[in-house]
């Protein structure tokens, strides 16, 4: 009688469990790199994932009572490893529920595999960008801007100031990447984008790990670009601030994406990196109330995963923080359909992924107004946004310079469905008819 009792008064509750009942468990696999060249990106991002879920467990219980578990595999950032530590971490815990490898090269790699295996594969900026098309990617997301939304919005910011978008005619602008799948997932837009606004690019390509530039540069200061954009990585970006200070290239003239602007990317150019600017979809900072609710949920009660605190509020940080919003988010959706208090399918995450709604009032319910740009959802549309906010170093921190910029969302989507189309068929798939899906 007082086990029956105690039973219905938990179910009146959110996150009590009775006596004698396991609590739900919703695991998430963690293909994390915390070593090798790119360790300071990955121990930031991955550090605040777990924080954020962490924050879920001590403030909420769990997602509506479902407790978060996390296991991590170390990828070093390479896709063989990569594929190992999917395969190694897919049925655990009950299943994986979503994977986030933070790398295009093994995104591109686990493709084919999670279609099989029926897990979402989340890329929250950086990935394969034809995947935003969920007709023919039912499993793959995208999610909030793709690369060649950002470098549509790059373009834009450029228009913006040179005086308009007519006035790009003529301008030269070097694209100095690295020289892997990330960074030339942009080549073919950017050229589609030249066409149409009459600027002049130049594709320089950086080998890995990017200490070596001296002929790039020499290629730039021959070129006499209007700006350059860095497509970089790790150790790659501040080599060419420091770079382009050397051959006086203003770094006021040099726009980085959102794997180049973080402070692990401007602190070690010194002052070689004031001035530089670059794109993001989060933005830095501890003064925004979700980061000061992980503080005290979970650093106040030591349970954080980063041992230096200082970088908390940094970009990559915070950009962990969005990831793990975007799981979380995902799964009380999902929940809202299939049930609360109980451990989702992958299946039924994948369900979450596509009905995500995080409009202006939810980003303030989450405290993350201005933190990210809204996001909204839908089976055939897997990026969601495609907003771009840009921001420019002081020499000390990053100093939002504007509000979103729209993708040029038009372009984008023709060719994300040219693109993904073609990928179809080369696959022998037939989309999925999201009419029919609810």
């Known amino acids: 009688m007082k ?14 469990v009775a006596p004698g009942a396991a609590a739900a468990e919703q695991f998430v696999p963690l293909l994390s790199f915390r070593v090798g060249p790119y360790a300071a990106t990955g121990s930031a991002i991955f ?5 954020y879920l962490q924050y879920i467990n001590e403030k909420e219980g769990g997602v509506n009572g479902v407790r978060l578990v996390w296991e991590e595999c170390e990828t070093e950032y390479n896709n063989a490893r990569g594929v190992e530590c999917y395969e190694r971490l897919k049925h655990k815990g009950g299943g994986a529920s979503v994977v986030m490898p933070l790398s295009t090269g093994i995104t591109y790699s686990l493709i084919d595999r999670v279609a099989a295996d029926k897990v979402p594969l989340v890329t929250i900026g950086y990935g394969r960008t034809d995947a935003a098309d969920g007709r023919y990617f039912p499993w793959v997301f995208p999610m909030i801007t793709t ?9 834009k910011f450029i228009g913006q100031k040179e005086g308009g978008m007519d006035k790009l005619q003529g301008r030269k602008i070097v694209y100095l990447y690295h020289d892997s799948a990330y960074g030339k997932e942009v080549i073919a837009i950017m050229d589609e984008q030249a066409k ?9 390509p950086v080998a890995h790990p990017g200490n070596e530039q001296q002929s790039q540069w020499l290629q730039i200061r021959q070129v006499r670009p209007d700006w350059v954009i860095l497509s970089g990585f790790g150790v790659m970006n501040p080599t060419a601030l420091k770079a382009a200070a050397k051959i006086g290239f203003p770094r006021e003239r040099v726009l980085g994406v959102w794997w180049s602007g973080a402070e692990e990317d401007t602190q070690p150019a010194g002052d070689a990196a004031k001035g530089f600017i670059a794109a993001g979809f989060n933005v830095a900072g501890q003064n925004y109330p979700v980061v000061g609710e992980v503080l005290k949920y979970v650093y106040d009660r030591n349970k954080g995963n980063m041992p230096d605190r200082s970088r908390i509020g940094t970009v990559y940080y915070n950009r962990g ?20 208090g109980k451990a989702l399918s992958s299946e039924q995450m994948r369900w979450g992924f596509e009905h995500i709604v995080i409009d202006d009032k939810r980003l303030a319910e989450l405290g ?12 055939t549309d897997h990026e969601g946004s495609g907003k ?8 000390k921190a990053w100093r939002v310079i504007g509000d979103w910029i729209d993708a040029d969302r038009e372009l984008v989507r023709a060719r994300v469905e040219t693109s993904a189309t073609a990928y179809g068929r080369e696959k022998g798939l037939n989309p999925r008819d999201c009419a029919k899906e609810q």
């Open 3 to 16: 086990l029956a009792f105690l039973s219905l008064f938990c179910a009146a509750l959110a996150g009590c």
């Open 47 to 51: 550090g605040a994932y777990i924080d």
């Open 147 to 155: 690369y060649w939304s950002q470098n549509t919005a790059m373009i």
């Open 196 to 204: 149409r606004y009459g600027f002049v690019p130049s594709y320089i």
């Open 321 to 340: 923080l969005v990831y793990g919003i975007i799981t979380v988010e995902a799964m009380r959706v999902a929940q809202a359909r299939y049930g609360k």
């Open 368 to 379: 993350a107004t201005g933190f990210m740009p809204a996001v909204k959802m839908s089976c």
């Open 388 to 395: 771009v906010r840009f921001q420019q170093w002081d020499g």
